[in-house]
């Protein structure tokens, strides 16, 4: 038995207190539910108590809800299966029991910590900010296990449960009150007194449980079962449509809500179970779920080999460039409450660059995620300079100035004199090789990459870069600076792109060498949605700006030859002057606000298409294969040459940074499904017509050879 949960009794009320050994959250776990149940039947067989609440000894955690471990341990849909249904009788007896429970709530409480929640007789949260309450099943490709299908929507209603299933969203303790997910918020210093006392109230008949009345327009709609009919069939189409049909637990979690209100109770229960049953066994919760260990263990690493090695504090750091980088860094660093000095050429660039920050800090007002207050204190650290004023303290300076090496060359020449001998020079640059910035520096070991993604404040990768010069203290303090701008860091060597834009060239080339052979721009895209990614490459080549892409392009082919040749097409339409949706001219139209139409059909005049190829099912297989296993084979090539350590930050970097299909995992993992002997079958054959673009990695072959993989096939796949 595993000692996570103590009870004492006072006066009549036991207070069953969670608080897993060794963990810094709560999760269930067969061994823990084990333990409830049977403290449970002990409270049930007291007949001195009369009521009772679970509580967290954790600080900021209530549950954080299943221990992920476990489901590594299913080796069927009905292993999976059983677990749910074992969780159901738990649930159950909470709901049942002689004496009511009630849950109070302090810091996250997800998953099958809301479940047990809601089959309490009351609920209380805190109005901490770190009181968070959801259900985040989907996101693993899962539903909720443990009861959440069937007793979300009897407490807050069909669409607000709807909402909260099918997104997995975090709910703060003020709109769970709204919603009547909890029936009291109190501050946290309360919460244990108030929940003893609303049991005794409870058990005593003094208060009850208060059914949350829902508006006129929710009741017309969900009271009866046609309107019911409406929300399921709205909500099947929406997440079609958005989903694409590729996460099939959305569709599940629908099919098991419904079933709540179609058949008996007994009928919804056992249709969660068995759909959380199904899910478990998809191929796309393993590659989520994997998703969730790889960036759980990237948090707990450093960057560096040496676990001696501490990072730097970094109380302030220094911007350079107030462009739309860099005012985008600044934002981030104010977030976090970490003061920006922020310096440009001109007043009026450092303006635009304050007013752009603001911006973004703005958003988070609107969302009511800080408050007017947080919002002017956080605006209030970002002092802008056109000197370097400010500069002698700053531990750190992000350079987010134009890409020249030149330009990047002088502002490090002026800098440096007026820096503290240890601050550290980090480049956002998206294409110059990090050793070349460093090579016009006094201090080259100071000098790394921290490359940002666009925009900064939603882009959740961070790629820093390191040269063999680079000191291991350097590497640390970027890499936990990063992770405090709530970033997933990812470490890699200097190389041509990096990681990121090294993988995604030859995919966008491939899209570009499909234009010059007439394949239309909305037929490319349309195929590439369809595998996974958020945007087609077309959109995404106007989106990144023509201009930019074709930089970036010229450095790729001159480092990586044919393999990665820009197309024709984007050549032209470069040199007829089109920029993509910055200028509001490029592959598609674009209005004056910049809000994307349709395709601009003077486009194909310009790349002088003789004929459009008709889009056909071959043709679509041929559009995925083409960029992805270009995409694919480059990213094995990058770990043979050691740009990336290994393949979990490759599989990292590829989704967050790029988009690469979450369901695949990542360029590895993907791989490992496809497998690397019919991946360098497919590859030859693609050589075999494109010479020279598709010639299958050495590392790859050997693979194919051997039999081997990148991951192992069962068992945890990252440490
Ligand atoms: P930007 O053109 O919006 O901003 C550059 C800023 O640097 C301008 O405000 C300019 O006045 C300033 N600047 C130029 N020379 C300066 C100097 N000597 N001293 C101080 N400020 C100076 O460019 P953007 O897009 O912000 O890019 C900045 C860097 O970030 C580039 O290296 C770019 O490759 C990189 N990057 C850009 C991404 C993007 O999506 N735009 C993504 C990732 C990296």
Redesign the pocket.
């Known amino acids: 038995m595993s000692n996570a949960l103590t009870l004492t009794v006072d006066a009549g009320i036991a207070v069953i207190t969670f608080d897993l050994p060794n963990e810094p959250v709560n999760k269930f776990s067969a061994s823990v539910i084990a333990e409830f149940e049977s403290l449970l039947a002990r409270i049930e067989a007291d007949t001195s108590i009369k009521a009772a609440v679970l509580i967290s000894g954790k600080p900021d955690n209530f549950i954080a809800g299943a221990d992920i471990d476990a489901f590594l341990d299913f080796e069927s849909a009905k292993d999976a299966e059983t677990a749910s249904a074992t969780g159901h009788k738990a649930m159950e007896r909470v709901e049942r029991s002689r004496v009511p429970i009630v849950a109070a709530i302090n810091g996250s409480c997800l998953g099958g910590g809301l479940e047990v929640s809601l089959a309490c007789a009351y609920r209380i949260a805190t109005e901490n900010p770190k009181t968070v309450l959801a259900l985040p099943e989907v996101q693993l490709g899962l539903i909720p296990g443990a009861g959440g299908t069937q007793r979300l929507p009897r407490t807050v209603g069909l669409q607000a449960a709807l909402d909260m299933i099918l997104t997995g969203k975090n709910v703060r303790a003020k709109k769970a009150l709204q919603i009547g997910l909890v029936d009291e918020v109190v501050h946290p210093s309360i919460l244990r007194d108030v929940a003893i006392q609303r049991a005794r109230e409870i058990a005593n008949g003094t208060r009850r449980h208060e059914e949350k009345k829902h508006g006129a327009k929710e009741m017309v709609l969900e009271d009866n079962p046609l309107g019911r009919a409406v929300v399921f069939r709205q909500a099947r189409e929406m997440t079609l449509k958005k989903s694409r049909g590729q996460y099939p637990a959305l569709l599940a979690a629908l099919e098991a809500v419904a079933a709540g209100f179609s058949g008996t109770r007994e009928q919804g229960f056992a249709a969660e179970a068995r759909l959380f049953g199904e899910m478990a066994a998809t191929a796309v919760s393993n590659q989520l779920i994997f998703l969730f260990y790889a960036t759980t263990s990237l948090k707990k690493d450093s960057g560096v080999a040496d676990a001696s090695v501490k990072p730097l504090p970094v109380k302030k750091i220094g911007v350079?460039?107030?462009?739309?980088?860099?005012?985008?860094i600044a934002a981030v660093s104010a977030m976090q409450n970490v003061p920006v000095r922020f310096?440009?050429?001109?007043h009026e660039?450092v303006g635009?660059?304050l007013a752009a920050a603001r911006d973004v800090l703005k958003g988070r007002l609107i969302k009511r995620q800080v408050t007017r207050q947080q919002f002017e204190d956080q605006l209030g650290l970002i002092s802008g300079t056109i000197e370097y004023t400010g500069f002698g303290s700053v531990p750190l300076v992000i350079?987010?100035?134009?890409?020249d090496l030149a330009?990047?060359h002088?502002?490090l020449a002026?800098l440096e004199p007026k820096l503290p001998a240890h601050a550290i020079f980090a480049?956002?640059?998206?294409?110059?090789p990090i050793s070349r910035i460093a090579a016009g520096s006094q201090r080259p070991e100071r000098v790394v990459g921290m490359?940002?993604?666009?925009p900064v404040h939603k882009m959740p990768l961070l790629e820093v870069i390191v040269t063999p010069q680079t000191a291991p203290e350097v590497t640390a303090t970027v890499v936990a600076f990063g992770r405090k701008l709530g970033k997933t860091v990812i470490v890699v060597n200097d190389a041509p792109g990096f990681f990121a834009n090294r993988i995604l060239a030859p995919y966008i080339n491939e899209a570009g060498r499909m234009l010059d052979e007439g394949v239309p721009i909305d037929v490319l895209d349309k195929a590439m949605l369809s595998f996974g990614f958020p945007v087609g490459p077309v959109t995404l080549l106007d989106e990144?700006?023509l201009d930019?892409a074709g930089k970036s392009g010229a450095v790729m082919s001159a480092a990586f030859g044919d393999r990665v040749q820009p197309s024709a097409a984007l050549g032209k339409l470069i040199a007829s002057g089109r920029l993509g949706r910055k200028g509001k001219k490029g592959f598609y139209l674009y209005d004056e606000n910049g809000k994307k139409g349709g395709v601009d059909e003077s486009v194909y005049a310009i790349i002088g298409v003789p004929q459009r190829q008709q889009s056909s099912p071959a043709l679509v297989q041929e559009i995925q294969e083409r960029c992805a296993l270009a995409m694919v084979n480059e990213a094995v090539r990058c770990l043979e040459e050691g740009i990336v350590r290994q393949p979990r930050d490759g599989d990292v970097g590829a989704v967050f940074g790029i988009g690469f299909p979450p369901f695949r995992g990542g360029p590895y993992r993907y791989a490992d499904s496809v497998g690397a002997a019919e991946l360098v079958k497919r590859l030859e054959a693609l050589n075999a017509k494109y010479p020279g673009r598709f010639v299958p990695s050495a590392r790859l072959v050997a693979m194919a050879a051997d039999g081997t993989r990148f991951y192992p096939a069962t068992g945890k796949p990252v440490g």
């Open positions: 350079l460039g107030t462009g739309f980088m860099g005012a985008g310096k440009d050429m001109k660039q635009r660059g350079e987010a100035v134009f890409e330009v990047k002088q502002v002026e480049s956002n640059t998206s294409t110059i490359h940002f993604f666009s990144v700006g930019v």
